[in-house]
């Protein structure tokens, strides 16, 4: 079982939150918290964030039995890009020079561990 969580036109360039979320895709849910918690990045925060929600979105979820969450890895972490806040500011020789203010909506899905089937060669 799997569960997502979305966090939204956060206020942060999708280039640079890619590079945190790199750390965290495939890792185990405990791993990936320690690491954002630590991470001197400004992007760690709603990154850590949202893998909370998507650990909350899969323990509350009623169609689920029960959930042990040691078992719990990232399986799909990506970012797109939002919106960009057009800026105009003062540039060289009288002219107006546009700043491009992105944001960048971060995706997380959190699955549990399969049962590894053993396969015998009979």
Known sequence: MEARAV???????????????????GQEVDAALNALHFLRKRAA???????????ANILNNRAVKKVDE????????????????????AGSMGRASRIRKRT??????????????KVSNA
Do not use: Q, W
Not at 45 to 55: D, F, G, M, Q, Y
Not at 107 to 117: A, G, I
């Open 70 to 89: 040691s078992n719990l890895y990232v399986k799909t972490a990506y970012v797109d890009g939002g919106f960009s806040m057009k800026r105009f500011r």
């Open 7 to 25: 966090a939204r036109y956060v206020r942060m360039s999708p280039r640079k939150v890619r590079r945190v979320i790199d750390l965290v895709r």
């Open 45 to 55: 925060l709603p990154i850590e964030k949202t893998l909370r929600s998507a650990v």
């Open 104 to 117: 960048c909506h971060i995706t997380l899905v959190v699955s549990e561990h399969e049962p590894s089937e």
